[in-house]
């Protein structure tokens, strides 16, 4: 790990110089400091240094924070901030860099706050409470202009601090890094050795600055909120989402500010927080875009809006919901046709093995039920696409039911559902018969009507593909049996429930070997014995992943082929684990815990992902068994 000025220190030296302050204080003895160091090096799972002597109670936080407000000018943000668990080394080494790419032109915070390594208001907060100086949210309106002109513009500039108002013969000082031992220096040269300090966000500040020499600052709503403003805003925000990659966009309206979000790699990330004033300004702007209705604030809506790029012509198709808030309506917008989204069946992650049963068994075969289920952002829909563009050949008639029709697929009959026009789910059910069709696709199983639609027309001698929300492969046939579907209907007409998650997948630039924890271990219940041949990695974070670890997803697959020993379990209203366990040792079938354990052991996904995210039922088998039942 490198400090502030890019000399290379490690983690240890950033805990020893939090340690000497703590001694010199008298709070903690040589001895137990060197007690700490022996159990730390020790541990299984790291912990930093402080950490370690919190535990073995040789001071307390209160102590801590005493000792780090009086000795502050010695210690490193960076190695602060790990040391107090706010920050990971690899985070702050990978900020380090950047700080180097850039010539040191940026703060460490700034970069720390723009790469998403912590919220801003989330270290303003943390160094406040742990230093001991208080917070405060910036109020244009409260600063004393006369203060504000005893300084010279560049340094506020340089050093990011803000003189706010004098209160009985001093004068409060925000500060965006309380680590800057120069704008300290300068604050109380300026204003009096009596000067008081208070943590502010970098953000704040300058745009407190900003407002100030605009003349703007009335008191007030201080922030410009005309139309063009607002429109330049949406599009900026639609704009950085489409060159991030992302799926989901969010804009919260929340207590004080407006935070907008961006879903990338299955992650929720901070974009940038806006003034509460441009919650409604932004919302009407979105609706107006949407098409939906502007006046309606009490109920939820939803919409579409076709964005065409002005900067790289790009069309950028999304779905729009509005949902009612305590604070405003929250608006979520999913980006549906991203550019090469739109993958052939071999390219979704499927294993060689598992993909050709799944089209000999699930996708060849004329009629039956073929369903693809999981939760929101699964993937479900660009697996069922393509499935469809697997099936779409000259001598068969593919008739879709969709809300919305997300891909446009050439040579088939695709229908949106419009409720507002009468083209509902239900009555296009009814119709979708009617129109000859060899392969019927269901957007989603969302009911009753639906589940018995999909099953009757397999009945009749169609093939159906479509969509549900459950947990894991058997979870799909047990919701079935819970929509009051019979048993023998399910048993006669369904071939095939894929269950599948996405996972970030390891950015291949950046990967570097790394061995699984005790805690990782035991919630898999796994010895070292079941991992033989299996190479885990992570991602140490490079330009190429943004400093992340991870570029781009990949899928993770559970197949479940009813045989007749599936069909008799289900028939006989088995349990699900007997379900599990019957098509496991029948149908090969592999778990989705197992299928990612399989990936992450060839270094693809993380193993921490694979216990985070995917459902644990039952022990999984080793790696290399697993590996044998895939093919790989």
Not at 380 to 391: A, D, E, F, I
Request: proline share 4%; glycine share 8%; charged share 25%.
């Amino acid at each position: 790990m490198a400090n502030d000025s890019g000399v290379q220190i490690s983690t240890e030296d950033s805990g020893l110089e939090i340690a000497a302050l703590l001694v010199k204080a008298g709070h903690l003895t040589p001895e137990q400091l060197q007690h700490a160091k022996r159990v730390k090096g020790k541990l299984l799972t790291p912990k930093t240094l402080v950490s370690v002597m919190l535990d073995l109670g040789f001071f307390n936080r209160e102590q801590l924070r005493t000792t780090l407000q009086q000795g502050i000018h010695s210690v490193k943000l960076g190695a602060l901030l790990v040391e107090l668990g706010y920050l990971k080394p690899g985070e702050l080494q990978a900020a380090l860099a950047i700080q180097q790419e850039g010539e040191n032109t940026k703060l460490l915070g700034e970069i720390l706050v723009e790469q998403r390594f912590i919220e801003e208001y989330t270290l303003a907060e943390a160094l406040a409470y742990q230093l001991g100086y208080p917070y405060l949210d910036i109020d244009v309106a409260t600063i004393d202009r006369a203060l504000l002109g005893r300084i010279p513009p560049q340094w506020i500039a340089q050093h990011s601090f803000l003189p706010i108002r004098e209160e009985a013969g001093r004068v409060l000082v925000a500060l965006a890094d309380p680590l800057d031992a120069e704008a300290r220096k300068i604050s109380e040269k300026l204003f009096g050795i009596g000067t008081t300090f208070a943590i502010a966000t970098l953000k704040g500040i300058r745009e407190a600055v900003t407002l100030l020499k605009k003349g703007t600052a009335t008191g007030g709503d201080s922030t410009a909120t005309d139309e063009h403003t607002v429109t330049g805003i949406v599009n900026s925000i639609f704009e950085e989402a489409m060159r991030e990659g992302a799926s989901d966009i969010h804009i919260e309206p929340l207590k004080g500010k407006l935070r907008v979000r961006f879903r990338r790699d299955g992650i929720l990330t901070l974009y940038k927080d806006f003034p509460k004033e441009l919650s409604m300004p932004i919302s009407s702007r979105v609706k107006v875009m949407a098409d939906a209705d502007i006046a309606e604030r009490r109920r939820h809506q939803d919409g579409r809006i076709c964005y065409e790029s002005a900067k790289s012509g790009q069309i950028l198709d999304m779905r729009v919901s509005f949902y009612i808030t305590i604070h405003g309506e929250k608006i979520v917008l999913r980006l549906l046709n991203k550019k090469g989204e739109l993958l052939e069946l071999k390219e979704i992650g499927m294993p060689d093995r598992m993909l050709e049963r799944f089209i000999d068994d699930a996708l060849d075969p004329p009629s039956g039920v073929m369903i693809v289920t999981g939760p929101t952002g699964s993937g479900k829909t660009s697996t069922l696409y393509s499935c469809v563009q697997h099936l779409n050949t000259l001598d068969a008639c593919i008739v879709t039911v969709e809300e919305p029709v997300e891909y446009i697929v050439e040579g088939i009959a695709q229908c949106s559902i419009n409720s507002k026009i009468g083209v509902t789910f239900d009555e296009t059910l009814r119709h979708i018969v009617r129109q000859d069709p060899d392969i019927i696709v269901l957007g989603e199983i969302r009911d009753n009507f639906s589940a018995e639609t999909a099953i009757q027309a397999a009945l009749t001698g169609h093939k159906v593909l479509t969509t549900f929300h459950t947990e894991d492969a058997v979870g799909g046939l047990l919701r079935l049996l819970n929509m009051n579907i019979e048993a023998f209907l399910i048993a006669s007409t369904v071939n095939c429930v894929l269950a599948q998650r996405l996972l970030r997948r390891i950015c291949s630039a950046c990967a570097e070997p790394v061995l699984p924890t005790p805690t990782e271990l035991r919630r898999i219940s796994y010895s070292h014995e079941d991992l033989r041949g299996a190479e885990f990695k992570k991602g140490r974070g490079c330009a190429k992943c943004r400093y992340s670890g991870y570029r781009g997803r990949v899928g993770v697959f559970e197949m479940l082929i009813l045989n007749e020993l599936v069909k008799d379990a289900i028939l006989s209203k088995k349990t699900s684990y007997e379900i599990r366990r019957i098509s496991t040792e029948t149908t090969g079938m592999v778990t989705l815990l197992e299928s990612g354990l399989a990936k992450a052991a060839q270094g693809m996904v993380s193993l921490q992902d694979c216990v985070r995210l995917l459902p644990r039922i039952g022990r999984p088998r080793p790696v290399a068994e697993i590996r044998r039942l895939l093919g790989e």
